[in-house]
């Protein structure tokens, strides 16, 4: 029999969310309905696109339940399609009973009564298996040797710490209990490499400070792995505020070195003559050079995605000091490759007012933008020791943005090497607390 061929659609799963690709390239977030399974919201959006061509579609998902490859008719679901000629992966729940379309009468056309045909005679038959077994209601219990680890609960800081320090044992407080959460949430590692957008239109708001300090957090407490990324044409700062490793190398001398590094026999270890390692802060920094001009460093969207390509493979987290030209090709394609934006502002009018400006055209721009900006976080840094202003700015952008964080005042943060340790504690706690925040969605 002749085997048919489709237009394929792609969707990648990760956790609650996804990014679906319609057949001709298009790409769009997906979020599950209230109480969806994310796999059925996508298999609606595959149905929609078999409708609107007039011809099935074969979906294929891959996330952390695998890769399955669906035929899609215009109703919903036709049946599962082999990947290789003896395997048939299982549909999960939501895909095997995916409800039809809207406004698509139950009943299947007569092509999609032969496409299931097709489908059920192209899966291979599962083998018999002979051996006879124990039924597992018939099987002696036993008694486990291992048992879980539980949480410590034992207090860190604060008068409690020091008590605990000199043997004796008190329950930690509420404060605490909630930024072990915090830091919990910013310890995941996940499946695949994840992208932080760092971004505001106005120069001097704190976007250098708040990619070292995200980075700083999310590599202390999750084991490293983390790549701080200058992507800015003119004068990019964070080489200034960061510490220089061994070999003086910026991007420019990644990029004509990045082929070998994505060489089946590339070493992980390779990667060190081309980023500047912070021993204290376990993150790495991808320079840029704030000596040349815009005009001598240039990025196109062929380079940047060469240059994506090799921190996706050696890193599992990637932060974006972006620059102000948001016209720039890499500008651009940092918005299109990341999977959260965070927004940084001073406790000021006018850089407030250019995140907020920023937020209107990511709206603007088309739907994966406008999804970005609407699950966004903003970043209220008080400039001076007072709350007041940062407070007003944080209310305006609240019902704007997922969430809202403000960073106090903080010495260290104003100018010279940016380390967290260097830190009041209660800064700290803020950059915890909006570290997690950013990560909620990731």
Partial sequence: MTTLTHPRAFATVTGPTATFTTPDGRTEPVTAHSGEDIRTAIVRLATREARRTGAPVELVTSGDRGEHHLLIGITGPLGPLPTTPTHTPELTSGEAHAAPAEGVPAEASGAD??????VRERAPQPAQDTTPSTPAAELPARPTFLTPTPASTTPTGGWRGVLCRLGIRTAPSRAEQERRARVEVVSRHWAGCR???VVNGKGGVGKTMTTAMLAAVFARHGGGGVLAWDNNDTRGTLGWRTQQGRYDTTLRDLLPAAPDLLSPTAGVSEITRFVHHQPADRYDVLRSNPELLATDQRIATPEFDLLMKVAARYYRLVIFDSGNDESADRWLR?????HQLVLPTLAAPESAESA?????????RDARSAALADRA???VTESEPSTIAARRIAEKFAGHVRQVEIIPFDPALKSGPLRFEALHRRTQDAWVRAAAATAETL
Avoid: K, Q, W
Avoid at 356 to 364: T, V
């Fill in 377 to 379: 976080v903003v970043i």
């Fill in 356 to 364: 907020a400006l920023l937020l209107d055209a990511l709206r603007a």
């Fill in 195 to 197: 992208t932080i957008a």
């Fill in 113 to 118: 009564h032969a496409l299931r045909r097709e």
């Fill in 334 to 338: 940092m918005i299109d490759s990341s």
